[in-house]
């Protein structure tokens, strides 16, 4: 994932973080993007005291072709950059490929690899 400066255009993205490693093993523990949400959520909770979040659109496990994904919404960059950069540095340290996605008629294409940080 890019932890680079968000502009307008990047909350459109969203990132899918992929459960099985470039080495092509399945990502364990099995729950591990319901986790990884649950830190977003706290992270997230933490910037706004008082109010207690149990779901996110930031975030959302998933599963693509049979394989546990989660997908992250750009929006997060701009809402918790403390919450993305941890996301993006758990994918890095874990070995999980990201792939960014852009909403049909964005003009900026289908999807692809994320960039290298």
Known sequence: MDRRRMTAADRN???L???LTRHRTVFRPGDWAERLMGVIILFVGERRPGIHIASTRLAMPVVDAGIKCLIVSGELRSVCPEAFDFVARFAEDNDLPVEV???PGDGAGQSGPAPAD
Do not use: L, Q
Request: proline share 11%; aromatic share 22%; hydrophobic share 20%.
């Open 13 to 15: 993205e969203t990132y």
């Open 17 to 19: 973080i992929s459960g």
């Open 101 to 103: 996605r852009f909403p």
